[in-house]
């Protein structure tokens, strides 16, 4: 500005300005922001820096001068708002479009501005200050993001409404409308191109209301030169006027069918011109680029879905042509796609499965394969569509009438001209009858090779063209050559016997002859050539002879025959000797059936007797002549000709009789006893009887004698039962009885009161065991397992041994495994432990040591013998008494079996042990060695406590104890004071109860209308039994939970405890709750109504 000649200028030099002036100078001088101020009247401009980029050429002479001269392009634009600032009224714009030559040529600009009043120091108005920003390139981004949104939502909507359609036509004629509609044009048009690329039909348009349609045949030429030379080049055509921009011949062309401006978008495939689309307007028109993109991405975007649609045409006619072939194909056809799903079946598939259309596709076509196979087809057709490969598959396919017949399943991979992975092709093909002969043939193969296998025939053949033979290792062998060694037609000769050479030489050439064609069919001998050995060879064959004649092969068998010659030469051999030898013979059967004290007859399968020998006589007192003739059965016990008959028609059917008895009337009337063995033979009975009457008189007397021994020991055992269970029994009751009557004392003290009621528990307690003992020594007791720990059992048990066993035996445990649950009876565990340890301090007299030993053990390993086996818990009680003697052990466990003195032992002790072992599934041993003591070990089965119930040391359940809290319980009870008191027990508890007198009451009120949580029933009841109960109600409600109880049933202690829950009695309240609880929990949320 200071290097600036000011005298040209309308404002004078600078340092004549008016402060006003040069206040605005220095303010948009400091500015970065683009400002200029035009001051005086003249309005001569000044600007700083960053307005000098927006002037552009005009820069620097615009320094100074006239505003108006500056932007004259402008001057229209602009003036008003100059005026108006120079008038003291401030003015703005937002985005003022102003088409500005500041680059020597015209080019459209936006600017936002503000134009405002400067005053001299006089007030008045002398000049205007601007600050302005040009937000022309925010402008035309905008502009282009409108017109893009509005591109795309216009490609949108034409592909939303064409991408349905199936007809080229359509989707053409939808097209043009939308583009017609959306240029706002006159007219929008497609054609196609003839082959010379100069004809062309424009055979669819669309016309705005009140343009003409231009449908028609045309010239291309007669559009001028410029159209043939871009189009046919294959660049558009734009004509915004056609009278200022072509000759007038060619304008009149387009001005003929009402178009002044128009762009023509040409489709060039494969080097030619194929097709147009044109957009027209009526009016001259300046086209933009953005009409030109939209009409040239139109054009690629509908020609594409016109080829798309012809495309899918074509592949639907093809797809009907092939399903027409399919259908008619004799076989099923199917056809997948690249995920392995079917997506095609014919008419054959459907029509052999009966599948209904559609239910084969996907993997549904595997339901109808057999089952057996399912798996086999359907990993097989996975595999090679993973693979991509081939495959063949054979399995049986289910006819429509429900039969199976075996099918081929073969498939070929289908792929695209990319080389994409389609999918499968396949035919299935009915291959049963296939198989049948094929299992024929090779069973027939079968039995050919079976047939020469146990003939012990070898197969040969000689082939003369090339002078070969085979042979298989039983023909070399029959020539004593090894199975390895390779064989000629020299070694068949050399191995010939000289004697037989001539006559096989010649029958194997009479076989080659083609003029004979003989049976090759001769025996010969052969000396080996490796062991010398002469054998007999049977050889059959037949020449193959070739169309001119000529004998090509000879194939046949060949057998040893060595043994049969041994056999025909010993056979002569006996025929020389075989009539003196059967004389001989006779002679000794004759006085066989002479001198026999067995009876011996002949007789026809009706019973008639055509011989007899004479032990008849001697034996049952009939002679000859008084039995030929007459029928067995007339002399049979009537008891036993029923048998008797049968027997004989087994006979009749060619079946030998085995020793069978019955008995014959002796001629004085008495019967005896025979035991028959009879064989069929020429339509005759061959038997022959031995008198037993004597052996069965001492089977019976035997039988009398020991049912006698058997009833005289089991008086005895009832007798020392009687008089030992009395004895208890009594003691007890006396126990019971007596609590009870000073219970009944109004003023016995709490202390003493609760004392009593003590002692009739324990006392109930000790009868239970007692009868418990009595149980298992008659192998009859009814068991209650449960889950405890044997280790912690022996440890709560074993102060009371030692009060049994006595202050002057030691006793030590030793527990080796602290995980030692079993699943037994643990008031029956003790016992045994109890029986075993008495037994140890008897055997001690009172002093030594006793060593309870405790551990796990596998008896599969040990060698556990017994009904055992598995992981078990083992007790052992070793003592250091006198032992047992080899001779008594094999007797220890038998009931009242003792070694003791009358009146020390009843001998019911082990075998208590023994019983609760083997009804607990377990076992028990004995090792002993005389004066240095015994070792008695029980097994029984290990369990994992984990889920279960486990009783603690003392007996008692570690579950949380429960009441019923309105659980409902039937119970069954025959016995009215039992029934009342359970009823009344269970109320106590919380129970809700209702009372059954039979299994007949109880299912009546399973049938009603209340409901019941669980059944409580007795086992021992008339009529039907609670077992019998407890199966009939699980029949009718599966989900209701049974509970039986009882003192002693013959059924639960032979047969177990049919799956139920057992409650044995006597039982306490809480171990009823308990045990109640636990069925419940079992059994789960089932309920029955």
Not at 555 to 584: F, H
Request: a negative charge.
């Amino acid at each position: 500005m200071r290097a600036h000649d000011w005298t040209a200028s309308p404002l004078g030099r600078p340092e004549t300005w008016p402060q006003s002036l040069r206040s605005v100078v220095g303010l948009i001088l400091g500015s970065k922001f683009p400002m200029f101020v035009a001051w005086g009247p003249e309005l001569g401009f000044l600007y700083n820096d960053a307005y000098a980029e927006i002037l552009g050429a005009k820069h620097p002479a615009a320094l100074g001068a006239r505003f108006q001269d500056i932007w004259a392009e402008i001057w229209p634009d602009i003036s008003p708002l100059i005026t108006a600032a120079m008038a003291g009224e401030g003015t703005f714009r937002e985005n003022l479009p102003l088409l500005m030559n500041r680059k020597g040529f015209d080019e459209p600009t936006w600017f936002t501005f503000s134009y405002s009043p400067v005053r001299d120091e006089d007030g008045q108005v002398a000049g205007m200050y601007c600050a302005c920003t040009e937000t022309t390139a925010t402008v035309i981004a905008e502009s282009r993001l409108r017109e893009s949104e509005a591109r795309l939502a216009f490609l949108d909507r034409l592909g939303a409404e064409t991408v349905a359609l199936a007809d080229a036509d359509a989707v053409l004629a939808v097209t043009t409308r939308l583009l017609g509609e959306h240029l706002d044009l006159s007219v929008c048009a497609y054609a196609d191109m003839d082959e010379d690329e100069d004809g062309f039909t424009i055979r669819g348009d669309w016309a705005a209301p009140g343009a003409k349609s231009i449908l028609g045949r045309y010239s291309l030429a007669a559009f001028g030169k410029l159209a043939v030379t871009n189009l046919t080049a294959g660049l558009p055509l734009v004509i915004n006027d056609n009278r200022r921009e072509l000759a007038p011949e060619e304008a009149a062309t387009f001005q003929a069918i009402g178009i002044a401006a128009t762009i023509c978008m040409p489709l060039v495939k494969d080097g030619r011109l194929t097709a147009l689309m044109a957009i027209h307007d009526r009016v001259p028109r300046v086209w933009t680029d953005a009409e030109l993109n939209l009409l040239r991405e139109v054009t690629a975007r509908s020609w594409a879905h016109v080829e798309r649609v012809g495309a899918v045409a074509e592949l639907r006619e093809s797809e009907a042509r092939f399903r027409n072939m399919a259908d008619h194909a004799p076989v099923m056809m199917w056809v997948t796609d690249a995920s392995g799903s079917c997506t095609y079946l014919n008419r054959g598939w459907y029509e052999f499965t009966g599948q209904s259309v559609g239910e084969g596709l996907g993997l549904g076509w595997t339901h109808a394969t057999h089952p057996d196979d399912r798996t086999l087809a359907e990993e097989a057709f996975l595999a090679a569509n993973a693979a991509q490969a081939p495959f063949q598959v054979e399995y049986r396919l289910r006819r429509a009438d429900g039969s199976y017949r075996w099918a081929l399943d073969t498939a070929a991979p289908r792929f695209g001209t990319n080389g994409e992975f389609l999918g499968f092709i396949g035919s299935v093909i009915d291959i049963d009858e296939r198989r049948e002969a094929e299992a024929r043939l090779a069973y027939s193969e079968e039995q050919l090779r079976l047939a020469i296998e146990t003939a012990e025939i070898g197969l040969w053949d000689v082939d003369l063209r090339t002078d070969t033979l085979f042979w298989p290792p039983r023909i070399k062998a029959a020539f004593g050559i090894s199975p390895d060694v390779p064989v000629s037609m020299n070694d068949f000769y050399a191995g010939l016997h000289p004697d037989d050479q001539e006559h096989t030489t010649a029958a194997f050439a009479a076989a080659c002859d083609p003029e004979q064609r003989a049976l090759y069919d001769v025996e010969y001998r052969t000396i080996g050539k490796e062991d010398g050995i002469v054998r007999w060879v049977a050889a059959k064959g037949r020449g193959l002879f070739d169309d001119a004649g000529t004998c090509v092969r000879v194939i046949g068998t060949a057998i040893d025959i060595t043994a049969r010659k041994a056999e025909e030469r010993q056979l002569r051999e006996l025929n020389e000797t075989l009539e003196q030898r059967v004389s001989e013979r006779t002679a000794d059967r004759d006085r066989m059936w002479r001198l026999s004290t067995d009876l011996m007859l002949v007789a026809r399968f009706d019973a008639m007797i055509t011989a007899v020998n004479p032990a008849w006589t001697t034996l049952l007192g009939w002679s000859e002549s008084e039995l030929i003739g007459r029928r067995f059965t007339d002399m049979v016990h009537p008891d036993d000709i029923a048998a008797t008959l049968a027997e004989a028609g087994s006979l009749a059917k060619g079946q030998t009789t085995l020793p069978f008895e019955n008995r014959y009337q002796h001629k004085d009337g008495s019967y005896r006893h025979l035991s028959w063995t009879a064989v069929p033979g020429e339509d005759l009975i061959h038997a022959v009887a031995r008198d037993v009457t004597a052996e069965k008189q001492r089977q019976h007397e035997l039988a009398q004698t020991q049912d006698a021994l058997r009833q005289a020991q089991k008086m005895e055992a009832v007798g020392q039962l009687t008089g030992g269970v009395a004895h208890d029994f009594n003691n007890l009751l006396t126990i019971i009885k007596s609590s009870t009557d000073l219970l009944r004392r109004p003023d016995l003290p709490g202390e003493r009161r609760r004392r009593y009621v003590d002692a009739i528990s324990d006392t109930v307690d000790r009868a239970s065991k007692l009868t418990g003992q009595l149980l298992a020594f008659a192998r009859r007791q009814s068991l209650k397992p449960e889950v405890f720990d044997a280790a912690e059992r022996i440890r709560s048990v074993s102060d009371m041994l030692r009060t049994i066993v006595g202050s002057r035996i030691a006793i030590r445990t030793e527990v080796e495994d602290e995980h030692c649950f079993v699943d037994a009876d643990a008031a029956q565990f003790d016992t045994a432990l109890v029986n075993m340890a008495v037994n140890a301090r008897d055997a001690m007299d009172g002093e030594g040591s006793l060593t309870i030993r405790i551990d796990t053990a596998d008896l599969s390993t040990i060698g556990g013998k017994g009904d055992a086996s598995g992981a078990v818990v083992a007790v052992s009680l070793t003592d250091t008494g006198t032992g047992i003697d080899p001779e008594q052990m094999p007797h220890i466990f038998e009931p009242f079996f003792t070694t003791k003195e009358v009146g020390k032992g009843t001998g019911l002790g082990l075998s208590q042990v023994y019983g609760f072992a083997k009804q607990s599934g377990g076992d028990i041993a004995v090792e002993s060695e005389v004066g240095r003591g015994t070792t008695f070990t029980l097994y029984l089965p290990r369990v994992d406590p984990v889920g279960s119930e486990v009783l603690d040391g003392a007996g008692a359940s570690t579950a949380r104890r429960e009441h019923g809290r309105g659980t409902r319980v039937l119970v069954v009870e025959d016995n009215r004071n039992v029934g009342e008191f359970s009823t009344q027990l269970l109320q106590d508890l919380g129970y809700e109860t209702t009372w059954a007198g039979n299994a007949a009451d109880a299912l009546a009120y399973l049938n009603g209308q209340q409901a019941f949580d669980v059944v409580f029933s007795d086992v021992v009841m008339p009529g039907m039994n609670g077992v019998e109960l407890g199966h009939e109600i699980r029949r009718l409600y599966p989900g209701l939970p049974i509970l039986l109880t009882s003192g002693y049933s013959h059924v639960l202690a032979e047969e177990g405890r049919h799956g139920f829950e057992l409650l044995q009695k006597p039982y306490a309240a809480e171990e009823l709750s308990r045990v109640l609880r636990r069925v419940l929990r079992q059994q789960g949320a089932s309920r029955a109504t």
